[in-house]
Nanobody
Framework: QVQLVESGGGLVRAGDSKTLSCAAT????????MGWFRQAPGKEREFVAAFSTSGGTRDYADSMKGRFTVSRDNAKNTVYLRMDSLKPEDTAVYYC????????????????WGQGTQVTVSS
């Protein structure tokens, strides 16, 4: 059974940086493409970023390119999402996810979800 547990959410100011962590069941980050989604109040859940199992492909939503960076530590079975230059519109619940590929995850194809962590960006 795959379990994903996010941490690192909280309240920040616009322009600040924050790094989210996702602790996964042993072996998950090398077996699945790992990614992040977010859901803002009143909006649908949207793709943020994904990192292929080989580490050769990192895919980002257009609005996050250049500001967000996804990475992972295989030894720690942990995936990270570093967010820079945060904006109030980045306020959302951020979800860690595991899926088959970056292409499929970008379309919402996810095998496992974490419970989410709230990030609030004040102006």
């Amino acid at each position: 059974q795959v379990q994903l547990v996010e941490s690192g959410g909280g309240l920040v100011r616009a322009g600040d940086s924050k790094t989210l962590s996702c602790a996964a069941t042993i072996g998950t980050v090398t077996r699945y493409t790992m990614g992040w989604f977010r859901q803002a109040p009143g909006k649908e859940r949207e793709f943020v970023a994904a990192f292929s199992t080989s580490g050769g492909t990192r895919d980002y939503a257009d609005s996050m390119k250049g500001r967000f960076t996804v990475s992972r530590d295989n030894a720690k079975n942990t995936v990270y999402l570093r967010m820079d230059s945060l904006k109030p519109e980045d306020t959302a619940v951020y979800y860690c996810a595991a899926g088959p590929s970056t292409t499929i995850m970008r379309r919402g194809g996810v095998a496992y979800w974490g419970q989410g962590t709230q990030v609030t960006v004040s102006s």
